[in-house]
C-alpha cells in the first residue's frame, strides 16, 4: 500500500509515517518509479509504535523492541526491559484510575449538590 494509504488507516500523518523511517521503526520498498510501498501488517505496526509512544516510550526504546515483535525472541536483556517498561506501564495506568476515581467522586458530588450559575473561585487546598 501508498504511504497516503497507510496514514489513512493507521490514522497518523504522512510526515510521521517517514519520521518512523528514519527512526528505523518502519521499513518500506520502493516502487519503480520511486513511491513508498508499505505491506498490510504495516497498519498495525504503526497503530502499535503510536500506543508505545502514547504510553512514554521514545523511538530509541520503541526500536529496541521491534525485533521481539517480529519474532518473538529476546535476549535476556531485552526481556528484561519489556518486563519493566511493562510495570512502569501499569503504574501509570494504576495512578491514571486513581486519578479518575477522584474526578468521579467529585462529579458525583456537583451532580448531588448541584451547578452553580458563577463560579465559585478557586477552593482551598485540602
Request: charged share 30%.
Given at each position: 500500500?501508498?504511504?497516503?494509504d497507510l496514514?489513512?488507516?493507521?490514522?497518523?500523518?504522512?510526515?510521521?509515517?517517514?519520521?518512523?523511517?528514519?527512526?528505523?521503526?518502519?521499513?518500506?520498498?520502493?516502487?519503480?518509479?520511486?513511491?513508498?510501498?508499505?505491506?498490510?501488517?504495516?497498519?498495525?505496526?504503526?497503530?502499535?509504535?503510536?500506543?508505545?509512544?502514547?504510553?512514554?516510550?521514545?523511538?530509541?526504546?520503541?526500536?529496541?523492541?521491534?525485533?521481539?515483535?517480529?519474532?518473538?525472541?529476546?535476549?535476556?536483556?531485552?526481556?528484561?526491559?519489556?518486563?519493566?517498561?511493562?510495570?512502569?506501564?501499569?503504574?501509570?495506568?494504576?495512578?491514571?484510575?486513581?486519578?479518575?476515581?477522584?474526578?468521579?467522586?467529585?462529579?458525583?458530588?456537583?451532580?448531588?449538590?448541584?451547578?452553580?450559575?458563577?463560579?465559585?473561585?478557586?477552593?482551598?487546598?485540602?
Amino acid at each position: 500500500m501508498r504511504i497516503g494509504d497507510l496514514a489513512k488507516r493507521s490514522g497518523v500523518s504522512v510526515r510521521a509515517l517517514r519520521y518512523y523511517e528514519e527512526q528505523r521503526l518502519l521499513e518500506s520498498t520502493r516502487t519503480p518509479g520511486g513511491q513508498r510501498s508499505y505491506p498490510e501488517e504495516a497498519v498495525d505496526r504503526v497503530r502499535f509504535i503510536q500506543q508505545l509512544y502514547a504510553a512514554g516510550l521514545p523511538s530509541k526504546v520503541i526500536v529496541g523492541f521491534l525485533p521481539c515483535v517480529a519474532t518473538g525472541r529476546a535476549t535476556r536483556q531485552m526481556f528484561d526491559h519489556l518486563l519493566a517498561e511493562r510495570d512502569r506501564i501499569a503504574t501509570r495506568i494504576d495512578e491514571l484510575t486513581e486519578a479518575r476515581t477522584k474526578l468521579d467522586l467529585v462529579i458525583e458530588q456537583v451532580v448531588t449538590t448541584g451547578i452553580v450559575a458563577e463560579d465559585p473561585g478557586p477552593a482551598s487546598a485540602p
